[in-house]
């Protein structure tokens, strides 16, 4: 049984810092996209940060650019997500999610971006920034 377990969210005042942590089993971790998204009040969930452990590359919604790092540590089958310089409009549930990233005949990898590419969803932790 797949399981995404999220922890680490909060409520913080903006300019602080909070890191969630994502504890993953039941697949392949090794192998997957996993990562990080959000969805806010009355919009669309998007994606904050993914990144494909196949590969390693990263993918960063350009609002959280130069201010969330995301990492994974493959030996505890846990993605992490550091959140600095959190502004009011980070303000959203946060769901980790994982899938498999789809595989070019050349080797290369494409990193899914949407929500609806993802086949597996944790329960989501609330981060709320006040101003």
């Known amino acids: 049984e797949v399981q995404l377990v999220e922890s680490g969210g909060g409520l913080v005042q903006a300019g602080g810092s909070l890191r969630l942590s994502c504890q993953a089993s039941?697949?392949?971790?090794?192998?997957?996209?996993v990562g990080w998204f959000r969805q806010a009040l009355g919009e669309e969930r998007e994606a904050a940060s993914l990144?494909?452990?196949?590969?390693?590359?990263?993918h960063y919604a350009d609002s959280v650019q130069g201010r969330f790092t995301i990492s994974s540590d493959n030996a505890k089958n846990t993605v992490y997500l550091q959140m600095n310089n959190l502004k009011p409009k980070d303000t959203a549930v946060y769901y980790c999610?994982?899938?498999?990233?789809?595989?070019?005949?050349?080797?290369?990898?494409?990193?899914?971006?949407?929500?609806?590419?993802?086949?597996?969803w944790g329960q989501g932790t609330q981060v709320t920034v006040s101003s």
């Open positions: 039941g697949f392949t971790f090794d192998d997957y996209a």
């Open positions: 990144i494909n452990n196949a590969d390693g590359k990263t």
């Open positions: 999610a994982a899938t498999r990233p789809i595989r070019y005949l050349s080797g290369s990898y494409w990193l899914p971006t949407r929500h609806y590419e993802y086949d597996y």
